[in-house]
């Protein structure tokens, strides 16, 4: 689904207001006005009558303050009390996703269905195609036995009239893993022993009953504190925002953090471990070698194909070797990854050097809240400049492709990408551990379709993010010395 | 025959609010009703200031403001104009 829409408005006017109320000191005493706000009497409901979608507000204010919506038991406890316990935590915790029972539709099961526009023809490809003896004609047109239903679609597949539909459950389809389902009472529960935080549930519900736990406040108290902030920006953030890398990192600097860098930097030192390790391996006898820079793939690989944990590289992700980096120049100061990745939050709860983890999402809705033009701003001039692969990293391909561009030439790659972790991905990676697959000994994989430029946390189409990254790259120099 | 101006704001509060990528309104539009549009973008029109998001993204056709901007409307309006 397009992140362009009415669900995704919401949760960011919910950021904006908290960002604003807690820059005017009032979060603790104005934020459970939010729903009355938000939904004002006068209101067409969106649902079934205005309380609900209140209620539903309330909801996405808790989880919009770092907090799960499956922790609210008690309806009676004020979004003020939420929001003075998330200006008192120490830190966040995961899991990173959250479902709001409230808000979830408890869509119909996965299933086909026959519509009004069977003819109740004489030939009935249907009845006769279908392996299960499922389908009856009844008074002229064709049912669907759910009990005998197997769900293959080959009924869909023959009719001429097209009168087959599938009815879907929009969050369980998107799931790579599995790990969302319907519960008892129907409402979607995610079963985080699956849950590889990718994000794709979020995108993909269309009643947006699934939310992340928004760190936007942790970063405003750190923003408001006396230490240095540091904002390291993902390679996707080009494209993201009117204006230019430079006017952004001005943005950033106008909403109070002290030094902006790009996590591009982090990539080259990926890039250059990346291919020492895979020169290493390879010179041990190992078939091939995964990279290991996309979060959610590694949290696939280490709870649904174990079998592949071996080829995983354990060079580590660019985000962490820009966080070490700062921690390093001043081991005092806070870091902020902000990236288009869900996924980023978790693997920041486990690491140590990374202290928050902002999407570009949230970003947006501080320089909103903060009254920030950044087209208006002079943008400011980066310290160092990273390659042009490691900028790149942001688009399907750009990691092999990196490794490829700095190991010589006599390393022999032969990479291919993964672009989009599906069911069936999964299991082309299960042949590769298990050597049924040879065809290449550098594997790239990236949850999302096209990289990370279409991350769940991003704003900017796939399309034209992908364009302004590659803009920039052309820009930049080679990290190759070829 | 007179181009239709196409203004889409670039501020940052239409930009989050789902202002990114109107520019694709002019797929929905025909070969024909494409060479008549041009799109132009504009800094921050000032409308949202006053505290209403939910009317973000603003666009504005011919001068004419459109609020609560999406790819459909623009392109619906602009055949409007094409008359």
Request: proline share 4%.
């Amino acid at each position: 689904m397009q992140c362009q829409n009415n669900a995704t408005k919401i949760k960011r006017e919910i950021l904006i207001r908290l960002i604003e109320l807690f820059n005017k000191g009032e979060l603790e005493t104005k934020t459970r006005n939010i729903p009355f706000q938000m939904i004002p009497k006068e209101q067409e409901s969106m649902r079934c009558c205005i309380y609900k979608d209140r209620a539903i507000i309330r909801l996405r204010s808790i989880a919009a303050l770092g907090w799960a919506a499956e922790s609210d038991t008690d309806d009676s406890k004020l979004l003020n009390d939420y929001a003075r316990e998330a200006l008192e935590r120490e830190a966040l915790e995961g899991p990173v996703m959250t479902v709001l029972d409230l808000a979830c539709k408890g869509c119909v099961n996965n299933r086909y269905f026959i519509t009004d526009v069977c003819q109740g023809c004489l030939a009935r490809p249907c009845m006769f195609n279908c392996p299960k003896d499922a389908i009856t004609v009844v008074n002229g047109r064709s049912i669907i036995d759910p009990d005998k239903c197997i769900d293959c679609g080959k009924c869909q597949t023959v009719c001429p009239y097209n009168a087959v539909t599938k009815v879907s459950v929009p969050c369980e389809q998107a799931c790579p893993v599995g790990a969302i389902s319907k519960n008892k009472t129907g409402k979607a529960t995610i079963d985080f022993d699956k849950c590889t935080s990718c994000g794709r549930c979020m995108r993909s519900c269309p009643f947006g009953a699934v939310m992340e736990k928004s760190q936007v406040i942790d970063v405003a108290r750190a923003l408001k504190k006396e230490c240095e902030v540091v904002a390291m920006l993902a390679p996707a953030i080009v494209g993201q925002f009117p204006g230019s890398l430079e006017q952004i990192a001005a943005g950033l600097v106008k909403l109070g953090f002290d030094r902006v860098v790009e996590v591009a930097q982090g990539a080259d030192v990926t890039t250059v471990k990346e291919a020492e390790e895979f020169i290493e391996r390879m010179a041990k006898g190992e078939p091939f070698m995964t990279t290991s820079c996309c979060p959610a793939y590694v949290q696939s690989v280490k709870k649904h194909i174990t079998d592949l944990l071996p080829y995983v590289s354990e060079t580590r992700t660019p985000m962490h070797y820009t966080a070490a980096a700062e921690k390093e120049r001043n081991k005092d100061c806070v870091t902020v990854f902000v990236g288009p990745c869900v996924a980023k939050r978790q693997e920041g709860f486990d690491d140590d050097c990374v202290d928050y983890v902002l999407t570009f999402e949230e970003l947006g809705t501080f320089f909103v809240a903060n009254n920030i033009e950044i087209e208006q701003l002079d943008g400011i001039v980066f310290d160092s400049q990273p390659s042009r692969e490691g900028r790149g990293f942001a688009i399907t391909g750009g990691v092999a492709g990196a490794v490829e561009a700095y190991a010589p030439d006599d390393a022999g790659i032969k990479s291919v990408s993964i672009n989009g972790l599906s069911a069936k991905a999964l299991k082309k990676l299960q042949m590769y551990a298990e050597g049924k697959l040879k065809d290449a000994n550098l594997i790239e994989v990236m949850t999302c379709e096209g990289g990370c430029v279409a991350g769940a946390g991003a704003m900017a189409t796939p399309v034209s993010a992908s364009r302004e990254v590659k803009k920039i790259c052309e820009a930049s120099c080679s990290i190759s010395k070829k | 025959m007179d181009k239709i101006t196409v203004e889409l704001c670039m501020g940052t509060t239409c930009f989050v609010m789902g202002g990114s990528g109107l520019e694709d309104f002019v797929n929905l539009l025909s070969p024909e009703e494409r060479c008549r549009v041009e799109i132009v973008p504009s800094p921050c029109i000032g409308l949202c200031k006053d505290r209403e998001f939910g009317k973000a993204p603003y666009a504005r056709i011919n001068g004419e403001v459109v609020p609560e901007a999406t790819v459909r409307l623009l392109a619906e309006k602009v055949r409007n104009c094409i008359g």
